[in-house]
């Protein structure tokens, strides 16, 4: 159902510059290749050892003052359990984050999201760095990390989780991304932290795994009515309607809500599955608490509890994430469901996923999202997912991992 031709110029356009993305290896980026990641001069050296790039500097030799910024400009650490602190991220982020390639649909995090997103185990609030302008005070850039453990096959390295990096419209290409990219180094680094993970829709030196998004249509109609998805060839919106319907209800006995007295069992399920991936996160209780107990309009979670054995034995989850849909005289936001980690011991995956489209149905999302990661490949197609226009791409910094990734050998969802 989803774009397989180009429909006009822009979209033409948009697709030469992915193809010049796709060979950026001769491009310069005067900044990246300043910083400890991965070349691109360097693929295929099969003889760089795997780990650390630069070792750690004494903390004493970390930079202890902030990076210099234009003279109208200042830097601002940004508490989210204040209310209109959080309420400034959340404007610049609504007017100012991420786009499709062809404008029509901008991310809308939700305030209760971004406070959860940023509000893990062990967080640091000089990792939530804005920049204000003097003058008017106006919040104008952001940029994040909350701390992470992140398994490399079988290392477990301390990382910082970057991400919400955001400059507002009207002060784009200044190099100001660069010197917020420099400031939250430094930031983590003062924690003793020197390695971080990242994802974007840009190529950037280099990718750990490229990966694709998948969408499954649950409100066919409203996706083809703001022009998220197009009627495909020989349909009629009925046949379309009628091709995407669900069950009412999950069809797995024992299928039901996680609960916090499930965090030790899930938690369990979880780490034994996610130790088959080369790059995962490694959950511990905490963890599984904060990032998968059901939280209202950000994260839902669901498993199946063995009818007669009380055992847990498969887990489903996803996140809430809005759009905004801009410039459409009907319909404002497209209600977004993302693909978060998913386990079946027992229940064949296919089942699972179909169940999490039923109650993402029922919770009156219009879309559920999910990326290639994982064993996702093995349910799209059947379940109906159709491949997205855009790529996400994984990276991490200061850390050399010797081949590029198959996305299937990524075991981590970043938000
Ligand atoms: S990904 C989401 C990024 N946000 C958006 O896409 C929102 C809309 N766009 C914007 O707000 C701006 O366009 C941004 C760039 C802010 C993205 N990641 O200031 P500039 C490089 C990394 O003139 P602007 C997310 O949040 C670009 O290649 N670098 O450009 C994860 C060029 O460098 P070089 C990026 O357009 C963020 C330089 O910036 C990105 O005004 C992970 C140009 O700067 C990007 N998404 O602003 C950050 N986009 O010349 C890295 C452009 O070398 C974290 N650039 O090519 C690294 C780890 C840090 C911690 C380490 C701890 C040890």
């Keep these: 159902e989803t774009n397989q031709f180009p429909k006009d110029d822009s979209e033409l356009e948009s697709i030469v510059r992915k193809f010049q993305d796709s060979i950026s290896v001769g491009k310069k980026h005067k900044f990246w290749e300043t910083q400890p990641v991965g070349q691109f001069k360097d693929i295929g050296e099969t003889n760089l050892p795997e780990g650390p790039i630069e070792a750690p500097t004494p903390l004493s030799e ?167 998805s197009r009627l495909g060839a020989r349909m009629t919106m009925s046949r379309t309607i009628k091709l995407y319907k669900l069950p009412d209800a999950p069809a797995t006995p024992g299928f039901r809500k996680m609960e916090l007295h499930d965090v030790p069992a899930v938690t369990r399920l979880l780490r034994n599955y996610l130790s088959q991936f080369i790059v995962a996160p490694d959950f511990d209780e905490n963890d599984v608490e904060h990032w998968l107990l059901p939280t209202e309009d950000v994260v839902d979670s669901f498993l199946v509890e063995s009818p007669e054995t009380h055992e847990i034995t498969d887990f489903c989850s996803f996140y809430t994430l809005p759009s905004s849909i801009l410039g459409n005289q009907n319909y404002s936001t497209l209600k977004a469901a993302y693909s978060y980690y998913n386990v079946a011991s ?43 226009d855009g790529q996400l791409h994984y990276y991490v910094y200061n850390y050399r991992i010797r081949q590029t990734l198959k996305s299937s050998e990524l075991g981590l969802v970043l938000l």
């Design 62 to 228: 970390v930079k202890q003052e902030p990076y210099n910024l234009p003279s109208a400009y200042e830097w601002t650490t940004c508490d989210m359990n204040s209310e209109d602190t959080c309420n400034e991220v959340y404007i610049l982020l609504k007017n100012n984050y991420v786009e499709d390639d062809e404008n029509m649909f901008r991310f809308n995090y939700s305030k209760e999201f971004l406070r959860w997103a940023l509000h893990p185990p062990g967080y640091y609030t000089s990792w939530h760095i804005g920049v204000r302008a003097k003058a008017s005070k106006k919040l104008v850039a952001f940029i994040s990390g909350v701390p992470a453990r992140i398994r490399v096959r079988d290392e477990v390295v301390k990382m910082a989780e970057i991400n919400f990096l955001c400059v507002h419209k009207k002060l784009r290409s200044k190099r100001l991304a660069p010197v917020l990219i420099k400031e939250v180094t430094r930031r983590v680094h003062l924690e003793n932290i020197w390695q971080a993970a990242y994802t974007a829709g840009v190529v950037l030196p280099t990718p750990i795994t490229t990966c694709q998004y998948w969408h499954r249509s649950l409100n066919p109609k409203k996706l083809i009515d703001v022009g998220f």
């Design 346 to 388: 027992k229940t064949p995956l296919l089942q699972l996923m179909n169940d999490a489209l039923i109650v993402a149905k029922q919770k009156d999302f219009d879309v559920f999202n999910a990326l290639d990661v994982m064993q996702n490949e093995s349910f799209l197609k059947e379940l109906k997912f159709g491949p997205g």
